[in-house]
DNA sequence: CTGCATGCAAATAGTTTGCATGACG
DNA sequence: CGTCATGCAAACTATTTGCATGCAG
């Protein structure tokens, strides 16, 4: 999505940070969100193109644009985080155990959900997380065959 | 809560695993649940009356419990798992950002948005996680007195 | 007694950091 | 041109594993 792009590098030019052709290509992938990339992948993708970056730059510029709150990171202990850029706020995830996929389900209750516990504890909520686990539906027909 | 003692143990019987004298030590602190424990808490719990256990004890019993269904492991990557033995089913938490505390705040809604879901996406659903991140009451009052 | 559990130490994986070199603005 | 970004390698942390010894059943 352009408007995410344009967005994220503005916001990376007002704070003067510089945009480096590294930068740029990651920034781009992330932007894009396809498929909520690990650094491993978007690292694998940058690299045809340039072939010197290395992860810890893919992880500084991810870790800075997180830090912009224009990333959404979902770690995962076991296992590497995926990264957000298209969605950079807290949001439902519907995560494939076999595949690894992660699509973003359309849950509008959760903002009812968050008042109601505001209330109820007194906490201050600042963000949220939400993933529910499953198999895909491409993963069950595999399935089915072996 | 006895009763979640009492299960964890049948449990590890029915299936012949032994009931050391560590075993018990960390399958007691695991069903008490009080909360949400890291490994190394417990481990610095069970050491007072068993010097001699390792870490590595303890993962092993958790990761026993973990795969017995018996023991919810909350997986944290900028941090430490915490472990809840007391209700080892997928359930909400609101977890305070400053002192880390967790609570376990009632929230009926989940399981009509669980059938939601699969209803939309095809997905087959196994787990879910709710995490709330927010800032405590008591963590509230230090912050207002600093 | 016999095999599983323990506990030490070493290995692992993902991520972060230090620092010398390079290039954006 | 000065400063920030890059990229290599080393550090770090939580967790896992290998293996010799010990003890529960």
């Given at each position: 999505?352009?408007?995410r792009?344009?967005?994220m590098l503005d916001k990376l030019k007002a704070r003067d940070f510089r945009i480096t052709p590294q930068r740029m290509a990651v920034v781009?992938?992330?932007a894009a969100g396809y498929g909520h990339p690990t650094v491993e992948?978007?690292?694998e993708k940058v690299r045809k193109n340039f072939p010197t970056i290395s992860v810890a730059t893919?992880?500084?510029t991810v870790t800075l644009l997180k830090e912009l709150n224009e990333v959404l990171e979902l770690g995962f202990p076991q296992g590497s985080n995926r990264y957000d850029g298209s969605k950079p706020y807290p949001h439902p995830h519907l995560i494939c155990t076999e595949c690894g996929k992660i699509v973003d389900p359309d849950l509008?209750?959760?903002t009812d959900m968050t008042q109601e516990l505001i209330s109820d504890t007194g906490?201050?909520?600042v963000s949220h997380r939400l993933d529910f686990f499953g198999v895909c539906p491409d993963c069950q027909?595999?399935?089915r065959k072996a």
């Open positions: 999505m352009q408007k792009l344009d967005r781009k992938i992330l992948s978007i690292y893919v992880y500084k509008a209750s959760l906490f201050h909520i027909r595999k399935k």
